[in-house]
């Protein structure tokens, strides 16, 4: 009788040892996790430590972190998972570009010309564009460019001639 329990616990240990034995590791299980979230979730990695997933990383949508979770809970050998993965929104578009009608840009540059006491230039729109002409000296180049852009044209084409 006493043979029998023995030999009965001897079995019992044998089979706990052979089947920690042939538990994946918890490095092979990060790899595996990892590999499967690198097409579910890209952005979300995952580290194992006792068979326990743990994910991080930032998605877009709730979707997505879920995605990422059942990815992690689908690898065999993983006991359980523990999502860390936050939800960042994608940042708002940016605003529409205001241009403005031909007579405010016209005006608007006209001004900006006669404030900073440039002389000799012309600027007439169309279609939103600014064509400015005319001959200035090359240190006021930037004043003009500056005026006409502030303008809030569609474009601006320098025909001018420098001095």
């Not at 979770?69 to 993983?78: I, S």
């Not at 940016?94 to 600027?123: Q, W």
């Given at each position: 009788?006493?043979?029998?329990?023995?030999?009965?616990?001897?079995?019992?240990?044998?089979?706990?040892?052979?089947?920690?034995?042939?538990?994946?590791?918890?490095?092979?299980?990060?790899?595996?996790?990892?590999?499967?979230?690198?097409?579910?979730?890209?952005?979300?990695?995952?580290?194992?430590?006792?068979?326990?997933?743990?994910?991080?990383?930032?998605?877009?949508?709730?979707?997505?972190?879920?995605?990422?979770?059942?990815?992690?809970?689908?690898?065999?050998?993983?006991?359980?998972?523990?999502?860390?993965?936050?939800?960042?929104?994608?940042?708002?578009?940016?605003?529409?570009?205001?241009?403005?009608?031909?007579?405010?840009?016209?005006?608007?540059?006209?001004?900006?010309?006669?404030?900073?006491?440039?002389?000799?230039v012309?600027?007439?729109?169309?279609?939103?564009?600014?064509?400015?002409?005319?001959?200035?000296?090359?240190?006021d180049?930037?004043?003009?460019?500056?005026?006409?852009?502030?303008?809030?044209?569609?474009?601006v084409?320098?025909?001018?001639?420098?001095?």
């Amino acid at each position: 009788m006493k043979q029998r329990k023995s030999f009965l616990l001897a079995c019992l240990a044998m089979m706990g040892i052979l089947l920690y034995a042939c538990a994946p590791s918890d490095a092979k299980l990060q790899k595996e996790v990892n590999d499967k979230l690198s097409t579910a979730a890209p952005g979300v990695i995952a580290e194992v430590k006792g068979g326990v997933a743990t994910l991080s990383g930032e998605v877009v949508d709730d979707a997505a972190k879920s995605t990422a979770e059942a990815a992690a809970k689908g690898v065999k050998g993983v006991k359980s998972v523990t999502n860390n993965i936050m939800v960042t929104p994608p940042p708002p578009p940016p605003p529409p570009v205001v241009i403005n009608p031909d007579d405010i840009v016209r005006n608007s540059v006209d001004s900006a010309l006669n404030a900073h006491g440039i002389k000799g230039v012309t600027a007439t729109v169309a279609n939103g564009e600014v064509t400015l002409t005319g001959t200035i000296a090359k240190a006021d180049l930037k004043k003009v460019m500056q005026a006409a852009n502030e303008a809030k044209p569609k474009k601006v084409l320098n025909k001018l001639t420098l001095q």
